[in-house]
């Protein structure tokens, strides 16, 4: 089955960190480029970060530039997203997913379905 599984969250206060984990099952994580998206209650899904499949180009969205940092394993098949500094209003349900290239850069287009994502909860 092809798929990517989620991992790493929990309750983490104010200026805490957590790592998150994407393993990829069925399939060659190197050929792809791969998204963290992240949904809150209320909220729409947005993109928070994307890697190219080489890891040789990332991108963030402007709210965790210099907390959050993705990074891949390929021979682990797994994208990490390490978040530092962490806020309440990082609070939400954390998603990794496939997304679109434009060469060479990734984009956070996502492709294909979404996996149960893990939660991640800051609060003191």
């Known amino acids: 089955q092809l798929q990517l599984v989620e991992s790493g969250g929990g309750l983490v206060q104010p200026g805490g960190s957590l790592r998150l984990s994407c393993a990829a099952s069925?399939?060659?994580?190197?050929?792809?480029?791969i998204g963290w998206f992240r949904q809150a209650p209320g909220k729409e899904r947005e993109g928070v970060s994307c890697?190219?499949?080489?890891?040789?180009?990332?991108k963030y969205v402007d709210s965790v530039k210099g907390r959050f940092t993705i990074s891949r394993d390929n021979a682990k098949k797994t994208v990490y997203l390490q978040m530092n500094s962490l806020k309440p209003e990082d609070t939400a349900i954390y998603y990794c997913?496939?997304?679109?290239?434009?060469?060479?850069?990734?984009?956070?287009?996502?492709?294909?379905?979404w996996g149960q994502g893990t939660q991640v909860t800051v609060s003191s």
């Open positions: 069925g399939f060659t994580l190197d050929y792809y480029a």
């Open positions: 997913a496939k997304v679109v290239t434009v060469q060479p850069m990734c984009t956070m287009i996502p492709l294909g379905s």
């Open positions: 890697i190219s499949s080489s890891g040789g180009s990332t």
